[in-house]
């Protein structure tokens, strides 16, 4: 098993920039393929971007261009980069852990953080 704790969540204006972290627990991060979701209130959680085992990244049309997901396996953590932030975006970000399959549905993976709020005002 492997314990997810998102981090770096916060407020921030249209446009802005925030780095989201998730540290995983365990000596086997890298074989888990690791995603982020996001689920904004009333909606339902939907796919962000994953990350392979060997680091290819898959993004949604949503903010393909806008995020960069990266990977350190040194430190048991992956990252979300999020650029040119919109209000939008705003919900709560999931950190995810999966390690037979690399999906972009919520099913696809085993293990989930608690969500870290990300806020972007107009």
């Known amino acids: 098993q492997v314990q997810l704790q998102e981090s770096g969540g916060g407020l921030v204006q249209d446009g802005g920039s925030l780095r989201l972290s998730c540290a995983a627990s365990?000596?086997?991060?890298?074989?888990?393929?690791m995603g982020w979701f996001r689920q904004a209130p009333g909606k339902e959680r939907e796919f962000v971007a994953s990350i392979s085992w060997g680091g290819t990244p898959t993004y949604s049309s949503d903010v393909k261009g806008r995020f960069i997901i990266s990977r350190d396996n040194t430190k048991n953590t992956v990252y979300l980069q999020m650029n040119s932030l919109k209000p939008e975006d705003t919900a709560v970000y999931y950190c995810?852990?999966?390690?037979?399959?690399?999906?972009?549905?919520?099913?696809?993976?085993?293990?989930w953080g608690q969500g870290a709020q990300v806020t972007v005002s107009s």
């Open positions: 365990g000596r086997t991060f890298s074989s888990y393929v």
């Open positions: 995810a852990a999966d390690r037979r399959r690399l999906g972009v549905q919520s099913s696809d993976y085993d293990y």
